[in-house]
């Protein structure tokens, strides 16, 4: 695979306009959005902005009403286009009676590769993802459903597309296997994979993505890089240690800790301490939270 370098690389998964309407009702309206190789761009919203019927049409899996979605200028709906996506979805399921490996040579029969490629690309992926080498051959109903997420996580991945959609990809993992796939992402990312993540754990987007697109009631409500909405649309909260009790505080140690909202709050809080005998001890500005971001564009 060709790896462009970030600042001349075009885009290979576009969107333009793309809507979706079932009847009056628009699911999606008007998104625009693109990806480019060697970046992760996240899509977030609440339970309800339209990030699944997105990333469906942006695979081709749903006919938009309105706009297109491309992959290297090929129209999504085009199978050959959909040749270069890998998919995740949230729900992905796989048949309980295969083993991983057979689960994996099955589609690789159904992407064209041969048998010997096939297999020597699922055994590097699921090394890659961790999963041992006892459970490649035990069925797939018997694993624990981090395990089978990462059979999941490797078909999509198994015709080395040059796209990678994501919904969700770390449900079902445990911390540790998070950290796991985070830096797996991380690794695809070098390679020169464009893509797009949807997640509603929230520090994963903050933590991998380059551009973050927050979705609202099916319309683009803000895009940029983390620090970007943080400027735009964040106000920092403040944590304070202080020997004596404030309001919100609770013990740590020695030392008692709260955060506030604003730097009232604070103002009020210290007064609190001084007032009680105490001494501040530190006061920390913390950035707002893409959860904090999302907030105030939700209007909640």
Known sequence: MVKWPRAVARAMLVASGLGKHYGPVAAV????????????????GNNGAGKS????????????TTGTATVDGQATLRPAARKGIGYLPEDSPLYDEQTPLACLAFFGSLYGLRRKESKARAETLLRRLRLDEPFWKKPIGELSKGSARKV?????LLHDPGV???????????PAT??????????LRAEGKAILLSAHNLRQV??????????????IAARGSLSELRHAFGTPRYRLHADRPFPGSAPQGPLHVGEVASPVLLEEALARVRAAGGTPVEVESLPPSLDDILRRVAGA
Not at 164 to 174: K, Q
Not at 178 to 187: N, P, S
Not at 206 to 219: F, P, R, Y
């Open 178 to 187: 998070r950290r796991e796939l985070d830096a797996f992402l991380l690794e």
């Open 152 to 156: 999941a996580i490797a078909r999509a």
């Open 164 to 174: 990678l959609i994501l919904d969700e990809p770390a449900s079902g993992l445990d």
């Open 29 to 44: 309206a008007e998104v625009t959005l693109e990806v480019r190789p060697g970046t992760i761009v996240g899509l977030v």
């Open 53 to 64: 019927t997105t990333l469906k049409m942006l695979c081709g899996l749903v006919e938009p």
């Open 206 to 219: 903050e933590d991998l993505c380059d551009t973050i697109v927050l979705l609202h009631q099916g319309q």
